[in-house]
């Protein structure tokens, strides 16, 4: 701020509120073109942040794409092996299965034809008590 020195001239109580005023718009005009300055520099700054944060959300955005892109095709590919070794042990285990069944049904014939020639054709009935008591 500059001081002002009055001479004879400027003296008067109108000469000292003139030169007040023109002060006063010079200073007000001098805060309204810094706030302009600080304004326009704002909002270059928010402009600038806001392109950095746009490309930084593209950058992750297509990061991420990628990522699950590789993901997936892993999980794919993954359940096709899976769904292949599963074809391949229900069928192994399919036919363990049924080989057991013969062998089982053919033992049980074997049981049954062998107590089949044991059976007497005469009918038993048991009249006897149903203890032993030491006998």
Do not use: F, P
Not at 27 to 51: G, L, N, V, W
Not at 76 to 81: G, L, R
Not at 96 to 125: I, Y
């Amino acid at each position: 701020m500059e001081q002002v020195r009055l001479d004879a001239t400027e003296a008067t109580l109108a000469g000292v509120q003139a030169n007040v005023a023109t002060q006063m718009q010079a200073m007000q005009a001098a805060a309204t073109a810094a706030a302009a300055a600080q304004s326009t520099s704002a909002a270059a700054a928010a402009a600038e942040q806001a392109a950095t944060l746009t490309s930084t959300v593209s950058n992750m955005t297509a990061t991420m794409d990628t990522r699950i892109t590789g993901v997936l095709r892993s999980l794919s590919s993954t359940s096709v092996a899976l769904r292949g070794s599963q074809t391949a042990g229900a069928s192994t285990l399919t036919a363990a299965v049924n080989q057991q069944l013969r062998a089982v049904n053919t033992s049980l014939a074997s049981v049954t034809v062998a107590l089949t020639g044991k059976r007497s054709a005469a009918s038993h009935m048991w009249v006897g008590s149903c203890s032993n008591h030491g006998k």
